[in-house]
């Protein structure tokens, strides 16, 4: 399964540590090292590669390469000075997370720079983090956000990014009413009528950016404010090791003491019955104490599939405001500011093309321009139209538009690794390969696709959304019990959706 890290603020600012410069070897190719060392960082490169884009893994993880292990101590080689300091400022937190789960407490990462057939250590940190809380586990510990005894203001943990804020997001005709409320909030939180404030639209148009803009200007102007930024993930992790652990009381306690509540993704609190009906109650609390809850959501919340209808009411209470896809003209704007924010102003021509070219999310756009000014940056290269073409095809995989997964792929990926005739999917035999082979469709589909369940069932001789509800349920608790089904699903994925 996929191993996602990214709702997971569990550590403390690691220390920064600088050392002499020392001598290298060259670095080995992760994917033929068999060494301790490279078996170790390839588990950390399977833990990454999950929680980024397949364009940003192969762009600044793919060249890394492993030197040594010793002494608790990870040495890794980069190919320049503008790679490591781009993996520090971007990338810091979940190498972080990585090198505990993988290493251990206590690791160190060391980056060293190969520099006209010379090395040159930059600089080495030392991760300084907890031991862990039970015995270690396949998976990292979720550390629950509070503590029984501890002073109520003391070390509140907001988990917002400062990098997202007003000022650097760009807004426009697809965006303007969520980003009008979203300024409104800020300025007043818990006293306008859009309490509770939901942001819902596809992936990659910015809702995470604008909801933790408005948890940054609130405590801008109240330091003292307790904002929270959360995810459902999260929420329900944290709920669930508070049950484990009998610290329900304190979790309650501590979410419903927050002035600003902020759960992005709400969509994945679909099925978790216990957890909707906590939120429910901290919804209300917080709701009549005049806090601000502010949600995001892939959809609707009229739209929401096995969500309590309680819940569906309230998130209606406030104002909901939908994020759309940007048109040319703010696509040009994003890249054009995003370039300035990277120190390379790009060519006209370059900026206009990649505009017209990749349409599908503004996480897509900006990535495809990162992915230019790090081959202009590492690989000496000038900035070309020809070499913004090629970042492009290697985007959109040729086709120059991003073309949407549909079901077809998926049943011919899944019918293929499991030896099955396509037709056999929508049919009405009952055999354990075939309706397990359908189930995984109709999970997929639900997980990489923006289709209805009763669109899903279309698909399959027609049936009705509760069996698919049913189908993507049974592949849930796969997950959690069947690790050959798990592994299985996993991979499909990555085969679908080219990860």
């Given at each position: 399964?996929?191993?996602?890290?990214?709702?997971?603020?569990?550590?403390?600012?690691?220390?920064?540590?600088?050392?002499?410069?020392?001598?290298?070897?060259?670095?080995?190719?992760?994917s033929?090292?068999?060494?301790?060392?490279?078996?170790?960082?390839?588990?950390?490169?399977?833990?990454?590669?999950?929680?980024?884009?397949?364009?940003?893994?192969?762009?600044w993880?793919?060249?890394?390469?492993?030197?040594s292990?010793?002494?608790?101590e990870?040495?890794?080689?980069?190919?320049?000075q503008?790679?490591?300091?781009?993996?520090?400022?971007?990338?810091?937190?979940?190498?972080?997370?990585?090198?505990?789960q993988?290493?251990?407490?206590?690791?160190?990462?060391?980056?060293?720079?190969?520099?006209?057939?010379?090395?040159?250590?930059?600089?080495?940190?030392?991760?300084?983090?907890?031991?862990?809380?039970?015995?270690?586990?396949?998976?990292?510990?979720?550390?629950?956000?509070?503590?029984?005894?501890?002073?109520?203001?003391?070390?509140?943990?907001a988990?917002?990014?400062?990098?997202?804020?007003?000022?650097?997001?760009?807004?426009?005709?697809?965006?303007?009413?969520?980003?009008?409320?979203?300024?409104?909030?800020?300025?007043?939180?818990?006293?306008?009528?859009?309490?509770?404030?939901?942001?819902?639209?596809?992936?990659?148009?910015g809702?995470?950016?604008?909801?933790?803009?408005?948890?940054?200007?609130?405590?801008?102007?109240?330091?003292?404010?307790?904002?929270?930024?959360?995810?459902?993930e999260?929420?329900?992790?944290?709920?669930?090791?508070?049950?484990?652990?009998?610290?329900?009381?304190?979790?309650?306690?501590?979410?419903?003491?927050?002035?600003?509540?902020?759960?992005?993704?709400?969509?994945?609190?679909a099925?978790?019955?216990?957890?909707?009906?906590?939120?429910?109650?901290?919804?209300?609390?917080?709701?009549?104490?005049?806090?601000?809850?502010i949600?995001?959501?892939?959809?609707p919340?009229?739209?929401?599939?096995?969500?309590?209808?309680?819940?569906?009411?309230r998130?209606?209470?406030?104002?909901t405001?939908?994020?759309?896809?940007?048109?040319y003209?703010?696509?040009?704007?994003?890249?054009?500011?995003?370039?300035?924010?990277?120190?390379?102003?790009?060519?006209?021509?370059?900026?206009?093309y990649?505009?017209?070219?990749?349409?599908?999310s503004?996480?897509?756009?900006?990535?495809?321009?990162?992915?230019?000014?790090?081959?202009?940056?590492?690989?000496?290269?000038?900035?070309?139209?020809?070499?913004?073409?090629?970042?492009?095809?290697?985007?959109?995989?040729?086709?120059?538009?991003?073309?949407?997964l549909?079901?077809?792929?998926?049943?011919?990926?899944?019918?293929?690794?499991?030896?099955?005739?396509?037709?056999?999917?929508?049919?009405?035999t009952?055999k354990?390969?075939?309706?397990l082979?359908?189930?995984?469709c109709?999970?997929?589909a639900?997980?990489?696709?923006?289709?209805?369940?009763?669109?899903?069932?279309?698909?399959?001789?027609?049936?009705?959304?509760?069996?698919?509800?049913?189908?993507?349920?049974?592949?849930?608790?796969?997950?959690?019990?069947?690790?050959?089904?798990?592994?299985?699903?996993?991979l499909?994925?990555?085969?679908?959706?080219?990860?």
């Open positions: 399964m996929a191993k996602k890290l990214d709702t997971l603020n569990l550590f403390p600012q690691a220390a920064k540590e600088v050392v002499t410069p020392v001598r290298m070897v060259a670095g080995k190719d992760p033929t090292d068999q060494s301790e060392t490279g078996k170790l960082w390839k588990q950390c490169l399977d833990i990454i590669r999950d929680n980024v884009s397949q364009q940003v893994f192969k762009t993880f793919e060249p890394i390469r492993s030197i292990w010793e002494n608790r990870m040495t890794v080689q980069v190919p320049s503008f790679f490591y300091e781009w993996l520090e400022e971007h990338y810091y937190g979940l190498l972080q997370k990585t090198i505990y993988v290493l251990g407490a206590h690791a160190r990462l060391k980056y060293e720079v190969v520099v006209e057939n010379t090395t040159e250590t930059l600089e080495q940190r030392t991760i300084k983090l907890p031991a862990f809380r039970q015995s270690p586990a396949s998976s990292v510990q979720t550390q629950l956000p509070f503590t029984p005894t501890a002073p109520v203001q003391a070390n509140f943990p988990y917002l990014n400062p990098r997202y804020t007003f000022d650097n997001f760009i807004n426009g005709e697809s965006n303007q009413l969520a980003f009008s409320a979203a300024q409104a909030v800020s300025e007043n939180p818990g006293r306008t009528r859009f309490n509770p404030l939901v942001l819902y639209g596809n992936t990659g148009l809702k995470t950016h604008l909801v933790q803009a408005i948890g940054n200007r609130i405590i801008e102007k109240n330091r003292m404010a307790r904002v929270l930024y959360t995810t459902s999260r929420f329900t992790m944290e709920y669930v090791n508070a049950i484990q652990s009998n610290k329900v009381n304190e979790f309650t306690a501590f979410y419903r003491s927050v002035d600003v509540l902020i759960v992005d993704d709400i969509q994945f609190f099925g978790k019955e216990k957890t909707q009906d906590n939120f429910f109650h901290t919804f209300n609390s917080l709701h009549q104490q005049g806090k601000q809850l949600l995001t959501s892939d959809r919340p009229k739209e929401l599939q096995d969500v309590d209808d309680r819940l569906i009411s998130f209606q209470w406030g104002l405001a939908d994020v759309q896809l940007p048109d003209e703010m696509r040009m704007a994003i890249l054009q500011r995003k370039s300035l924010d990277e120190g390379m102003e790009m060519p006209l021509a370059i900026v206009e990649i505009a017209r070219h990749v349409t599908s503004v996480r897509e756009l900006e990535g495809c321009l990162i992915s230019l000014i790090a081959k202009v940056s590492l690989d000496g290269r000038e900035a070309t139209l020809d070499l913004a073409k090629e970042v492009v095809r290697g985007v959109t995989g040729g086709s120059g538009m991003l073309r949407p549909n079901m077809d792929d998926i049943k011919e990926e899944v019918s293929t690794y499991y030896g099955l005739p396509i037709d056999l999917l929508a049919g009405k009952r354990h390969e075939v309706v082979a359908r189930q995984v109709m999970y997929l639900k997980q990489l696709t923006n289709m209805s369940l009763k669109s899903i069932g279309s698909h399959f001789g027609g049936r009705d959304h509760t069996t698919v509800l049913h189908s993507i349920q049974m592949i849930e608790n796969y997950l959690d019990t069947d690790r050959t089904v798990a592994q299985s699903v996993e499909l994925r990555k085969k679908v959706s080219h990860d």
